[in-house]
T-cell receptor
Framework: DAKTTQPPSMDCAEGRAANLPCNHS???????VYWYRQIHSQGPQYIIH???NNETNEMASLIITEDRKSSTLILPHATLRDTAVYYC??????????FGTGTRLQVFP | DAGVIQSPRHEVTEMGQEVTLRCKPI?????LFWYRQTMMRGLELLIY????????DSGMPEDRFSAKMPNASFSTLKIQPSEPRDSAVYFC???FGRGSNQPQHFGDGTRLSIL
């Protein structure tokens, strides 16, 4: 699986959009981009995944660049409960998830 | 629907004792994964099963660790004998399909402390 690079930490004001970047410059054509988050003391929580097109669900939006070398997870209206570590993972046709160190998002009042 | 259920939530025991962690996957899921999380090494995949058969156990640290899945609704991870360096949070996850790019869903983990 391709490696990903994420900033170690970010801050976001409550009610504002949180934009979490991820670089995956070695991604291959069939690899999906997955996002998980881990709130303190809980198991990782699946957020969203995509291949080429932008994706949106009730939790977040995923924007993938046209060359697919980077992506951004958008939480449109961050709340204090969105404070967590966010993991970007690329994966193709494999059962394995390789977690990196992620981005620690702190949402402040 | 119930998510992945793990038990116990917390376990404290002395080194040398046998430890058994339990997992009930989401109904209908046929892939099951065991992960371990520590501050030093982050989240690591230990072993995973598909249709109750172990597919990849390359992440199992040593022979003291063993995992079984006797049926589609239950799995165990056993450590015997336990050592202080086994202290970690152990997560179980399940998904549908194999190599299908379906997301994995995690339980809340077992926090294991070996004294």
């Amino acid at each position: 699986d391709a490696k990903t690079t994420q900033p170690p930490s970010m801050d976001c004001a409550e009610g504002r959009a949180a934009n979490l970047p991820c670089n995956h410059s070695t991604i291959s054509g069939n690899e999906y981009v997955y996002w998980y988050r881990q709130i303190h003391s809980q198991g990782p929580q699946y957020i969203i995944h995509g291949l080429k097109n932008n994706e949106t669900n009730e939790m977040a939006s995923l924007i993938i660049t046209e060359d697919r070398k980077s992506s951004t997870l958008i939480l449109p209206h961050a709340t204090l409960r969105d404070t967590a570590v966010y993991y970007c993972i690329v994966r193709y046709n494999t059962d394995k998830l390789i977690f990196g160190t992620g981005t620690r998002l702190q949402v402040f009042p | 629907d119930a998510g992945v259920i793990q038990s116990p939530r917390h376990e404290v025991t002395e080194m040398g004792q046998e430890v058994t962690l339990r997992c009930k996957p989401i109904s209908g899921h046929n892939s099951l994964f065991w992960y371990r999380q520590t501050m030093m090494r982050g989240l690591e995949l230990l072993i995973y099963f598909n249709n109750n058969v172990p597919i990849d156990d390359s992440g199992m640290p040593e022979d003291r660790f063993s995992a079984k899945m006797p049926n589609a609704s239950f799995s165990t991870l056993k450590i015997q004998p336990s050592e202080p360096r086994d202290s970690a949070v152990y997560f179980c996850a399940s998904s549908f399909g194999r190599g299908s790019n379906q997301p994995q869903h995690f339980g809340d983990g077992t926090r294991l402390s070996i004294l």
